[in-house]
Each structure stands twice: as structure tokens, then as C-alpha cells.
């Protein structure tokens, strides 16, 4: 680990303008991927600012009916939540099929949304990667790549975004609040906030230099069965191969969000309709532009039946 400077924040305005200010500097606060990432010399931060003691770790009622997470948040208290547990389901289902007890107890709900891919080839630092040095090549491409993206991937880039929690956050579009280094703030989508890789897949979300996530919305309770079904090689502690975060009514319609298999969660919104049709009109539309590899093109067949697990559980 290379060395840095280090400095707490006492509001969450003083903290982005502390990042924004000093070149290379980076907020912290669970540190469960950025610190295994500094030890690996991936990420070589030259300044942490420290946003703990911002007190941005409530769950709260908004006016409209919903809920506003603070960034803060640790993922057990959130997935614990009775609120949450009650009226968003798939979100505290993703949160607990997410990594390990000790990890969710210190891990937030920024964090959760801004999590690096674990692409083996962005960990791998005598490997190519535009993700870890733009434009040094990819070799995720034409290496193994059983575990990484089949649609929205580039000539760049086929690395996965690995959040439970952000698919979840998708199927309910869930907003995303953040204050500037300028005291400004702003509202994103969550459909806007991640990027797809392009020319540039070291840039992974919207946010601009020193932005700071300062909380999550999500919308009025949406009824329905909500549910959220993760393949993975081994049953704890590992990432999807393919996960569907589904919101279904009793009329068979609703909403459905895929992880593990692109650069952000995905979802396209016109194949929602045809969900009452099941999961292989549904799963065509969705994965309309998949462009697998030979060691991954077992997702689209994995996607299909995923969907149809869920489906099928929604009506019973």
C-alpha cells in the first residue's frame, strides 16, 4: 500500500471539496473494496477523507410515501429494516445474498453503488485492463471470461458490475441524491448513475470529480411479489453469475432488473410488458443485443430460466 494523507469531514459539503480540491484524493468510509484495492496498489488514493461522522446513517419517511436511505447506512441495518423488509423485499433479499455477515455490518449503501467490477483481470495487475489503465487494452476479451458481461459490453470492456443491492435499487428505481464540491445538489435516476464501459470504462458512473453521494430515495411501496434470485457458483460469499430482480403484480405484469451480465444493472423497460407471455419473449427483448463469448454464452439460456424461477414463484 502506498502512503496517503488522511482527513475527517465535518459536513458532507466540506468533504467533497476536500476530494475535489487535493488531486487523487478519494472519500472512505466502510473501506471493504476501496481498502483491498489500495493493498493491491489498483487504487493508489494520495488523500481518504474520512465522511463517518457525517450522520448520513438514517432511514427515513419521505413526503411522497417512500423511503430516503442515507449513504451511510450499513447494509445489515437496511436489510434488517422493518420498513424496508415490509415494503421492499427484493432489496433486503439482494442485500443479504450479498457477501458475508462481517462485511454487510460494515459496508454502506454508497459503497454498495459505487463498488469496483471483479473482473480477474482488473485484480490482476501484469494484465491489460482499460478499466485499471485506460487504454492499455483488454484482456478480459480474449482470455476467460465465464463470469463477465454478454450485452452493453464494448471492444474496451466486457467487466460486470457486481452489486446485489444496485439491481435491487433498478427493478424499484431508486434515486440517487449527491451534493458538488459547490454546495450545489442533484438528483440522478438510478438508471442514469452507472455507465456503460464505451471508450472509457474507468468511468463507471455519472458522478463528477468530488461529488458525494449523500443518500438513496426509493418510490411509494409498488405492491406485488417482490423477489430476487441470484445464481452463483457457491451457495455464500460469491458473485452472480446471473441475478433478476423482479416487482411482479397479480396480473402478471411488472418489473425486472438482470445483474451479472453487464457493466450496470439491466433492465429495458419495453420487454416488461410482455412478462404475462413468460420468460423467453421477456428474456429475447432484454438481451436483444447480448454479444456473449464462447465461455459465457450459457447466460442467456441461465437468464431465461432465472426468470422463469422467479416468475413462477411470483404466482404460487
Excluded at 49 to 69: H, Q
Excluded at 207 to 227: K, M, N, Y
Aim: glycine share 8%; charged share 20%.
Amino acid at each position: 500500500m502506498r502512503s496517503f494523507t488522511y482527513e475527517r469531514a465535518n459536513t458532507p459539503v466540506e468533504a467533497a471539496a476536500a476530494v475535489a480540491r487535493v488531486p487523487g484524493a478519494k472519500f472512505i468510509a466502510g473501506g471493504t473494496n476501496l481498502l483491498d484495492l489500495m493493498k493491491l496498489q489498483i487504487e493508489a488514493p494520495t488523500h481518504l477523507v474520512d465522511v463517518n461522522g457525517l450522520k448520513l446513517d438514517t432511514i427515513e419517511p419521505t413526503p411522497e410515501g417512500g423511503l430516503r436511505i442515507g449513504a451511510l447506512v450499513r447494509n445489515t441495518d437496511l436489510a434488517a429494516d422493518e420498513r424496508v423488509r415490509r415494503d421492499y423485499g427484493v432489496l433486503s433479499r439482494a442485500l443479504l445474498a450479498g457477501a458475508s455477515g462481517q462485511l454487510r455490518n460494515q459496508a454502506t449503501t454508497a459503497g454498495n453503488l459505487l463498488q469496483r467490477t471483479r473482473c480477474p483481470y482488473f485484480y490482476d495487475t501484469a494484465q491489460p485492463c482499460n478499466k485499471r489503465e485506460p487504454g492499455s487494452g483488454c484482456s478480459a476479451i480474449d482470455g476467460f471470461s465465464r463470469q463477465l458481461g454478454i450485452i452493453g459490453v464494448s471492444d474496451a470492456c466486457i467487466a460486470i458490475n457486481p452489486s446485489d443491492m444496485a439491481v435491487a435499487m433498478r427493478a424499484l428505481d431508486a434515486t440517487v441524491e449527491t451534493v458538488r464540491p459547490d454546495s450545489t445538489t442533484r438528483t440522478i435516476p438510478i438508471a442514469e448513475f452507472h455507465r456503460l464501459p464505451g471508450d472509457t470504462p474507468h468511468l463507471e458512473t455519472t458522478l463528477e470529480p468530488g461529488e458525494l453521494i449523500t443518500a438513496v430515495s426509493l418510490p411509494p411501496h409498488l405492491g406485488g411479489r417482490q423477489i430476487y434470485r441470484k445464481v452463483r457458483d457457491r451457495a455464500s460469499y460469491a458473485f452472480a453469475l446471473v441475478s433478476v430482480a423482479a416487482v411482479i403484480q397479480r396480473d402478471g405484469t411488472g418489473r425486472v432488473a438482470v445483474g451479472g451480465v453487464a457493466h450496470k444493472p439491466w433492465r429495458v423497460e419495453a420487454a416488461e410488458a410482455d412478462l404475462p407471455r413468460g420468460p423467453r419473449v421477456v428474456t429475447e427483448q432484454l438481451l436483444a443485443s447480448a454479444k456473449p463469448t464462447h465461455d459465457n454464452a450459457f447466460k442467456v439460456m441461465l437468464v431465461e430460466r432465472t426468470l422463469g424461477a422467479v416468475i413462477s414463484e411470483a404466482r404460487s
